[in-house]
T-cell receptor, first 112, second 116 residues
């Protein structure tokens, strides 16, 4: 079955720093790949997605590229803001299934 | 912007009692889901529901759990006899099924269930 490995947090950065949150997965076939974000006190929101190899998902300055050869979907942002402070979840979805498999989540804290 | 809503935001119950968690999915969506997150642990899939039947479920979703779409707008999760280990945040989600399996699941804010 699927499994997801996400880098442990918390990740603490200063404003305008570069962000990388690593995510690797195991899955059969060609899963769809998602990043969700959870802001304090809120539910899970889709941040970006990629559905085939070499696709790049992007939103709000965040990017992630579907790397099939390394089974990775690392999240990056060139310049973080305090408002990016949240918990980020990597979540692949195996072909033919509806269920998302969530990683353990990485808490990002951005300091002014 | 349409959103998934859940009630109540917090439910406290005694062990052995039945609870029903309620969700109103986005109105034109066809697939409905429940996930849960035990404090400090991963978000885990419980069940998906389509065309008035369960389309997929995890091993967590045993016969203590059931789901129902009692009318055109609500989607419920029932736990028949709650256990301490059912304490968790329960998230409802929905998706429109367009372009499946790449369609986006939209999540509600969650119901925190505390079993005493």
């Amino acid at each position: 079955g699927n499994s997801v490995t996400q880098m442990e947090g918390p990740v603490t950065l200063s404003e305008e720093a570069f962000l990388t949150i690593n995510c690797t997965y195991t899955a059969t076939g060609y899963p769809s790949l998602f990043w969700y974000v959870q802001y304090p006190g809120e539910g899970l929101q889709l941040l970006l997605k990629a559905t085939k190899a070499d696709d790049k998902g992007s939103n709000k300055g965040f990017e992630a590229t579907y790397r099939k050869e390394t089974t990775s979907f690392h999240l990056e942002k060139g310049s973080v803001q305090v408002s990016d402070s949240a918990v980020y979840f990597c979540a692949p979805r195996q072909t033919g299934r509806r269920a998302l498999t969530f990683g353990s989540g990485t808490r990002l804290q951005v300091q002014p | 912007e349409p959103e998934v809503t859940q009630t109540p935001s917090h439910q406290v119950t005694q062990m052995g009692q039945e609870v029903i968690l309620r969700c109103v999915p986005i109105s034109n969506h066809l697939y409905f889901y429940w996930y849960r997150q035990i404090l400090g642990q991963k978000v885990e899939f419980l069940v998906s529901f389509y065309n008035n039947e369960i389309s997929e479920k995890s091993e967590i979703f045993d016969d203590q759990f059931s789901v129902e779409r009692p009318d055109g707008s609500n989607f419920t999760l029932k736990i028949r006899s709650t256990k301490l280990e059912d304490s968790a945040m329960y998230f409802c989600a929905s998706s429109d099924g367009a372009g499946a399996p790449t369609d986006t699941q939209y999540f509600g804010p969650g119901t925190r269930l505390t079993v005493l």
